[in-house]
């Protein structure tokens, strides 16, 4: 199985910073990655596939890039609606499988 | 718009089955379906998807043997089957519509989920 290593697990911010987030595959996966945005009690929201590729109606400020093992996730200036958990998900092979999350936080 | 309804909560003994509806609305039902589950607290792990066409599956080798996906094209729905329950069984089951975009479909991300369902396994 393809391990999906996130980091950091946990950042505390402020409205208006700039928040990159990073995801690294055990082994190269191309641009097979996708971002999802969780918030408490709801499922989860597509916000990139293809590594770089914005879901429609998710916003300008987020942005993802990346390839083979190494990715990462940027919100350009992070909104109060922002403050959730984050999954990067490879779609290379199966088993699908997922990072362990970062939580945004508000400092 | 695809909307996704999952039927309403369910506990369960150790041992039991359980059964997960995911209903879909404002489009057709042609995409490939995925299942997935979070434990309270934990991280998502992918079960696996089903052909709403073909009704061919692709299960993860971890639950391959205690789950079972259908679909009644007729009513467009789709449903997930998890036998011989553990306690660790317990979380919120997903489901989620293959989101593709190109012509070798499924693509494999996931967009829009159902809502989530709590099955909570406990004696």
């Known amino acids: 199985d393809i391990q999906m290593t996130q980091s950091p697990s946990s950042v505390s911010a402020s409205v208006g910073d700039r928040v990159t987030i990073t995801c690294r595959a055990s082994q190269g996966i191309s641009s097979w990655l996708a971002w999802y945005q969780q918030k408490p009690g709801k499922a989860p929201k597509l916000l990139i596939y293809s590594a770089s590729s914005l879901q429609s109606g998710v916003p300008s400020r987020f942005s993802g890039s990346g390839s083979e093992t190494d990715f990462s996730l940027t919100i350009s200036s992070l909104q109060p609606e922002d403050f959730a958990t984050y999954y990067c998900q490879q779609a290379k092979s199966f088993p699908l499988t997922f990072g362990g999350g970062t939580k945004v936080e508000i400092e | 718009q695809v909307q996704l309804v999952q039927s309403g909560a369910e506990v369960k003994k150790p041992g039991a089955s359980v059964q997960v509806s995911c209903k879909a609305s404002g489009h057709t039902f042609n995409g490939y379906m995925h299942w997935l589950r979070q434990a309270p607290g934990q991280g998502l792990e992918w079960m696996g998807w089903?052909?709403?066409?073909?009704?061919?599956?692709n299960y993860a080798q971890k639950f391959q043997g205690r789950v079972t996906m259908t679909r009644d094209t007729s009513i467009r729905t789709a449903y997930m089957e998890l036998s011989r329950l553990r306690s660790d069984d317990t979380a919120v089951y997903y489901c989620?519509?293959?989101?593709?975009?190109?012509?070798?479909?499924?693509?494999?991300?996931?967009?829009?989920w159902g809502q989530g369902t709590l099955v909570t396994v406990s004696s």
């Open positions: 089903i052909s709403p066409n073909s009704g061919g599956t």
């Open positions: 989620a519509r293959d989101y593709c975009t190109t012509t070798s479909c499924p693509d494999n991300w996931f967009d829009p």
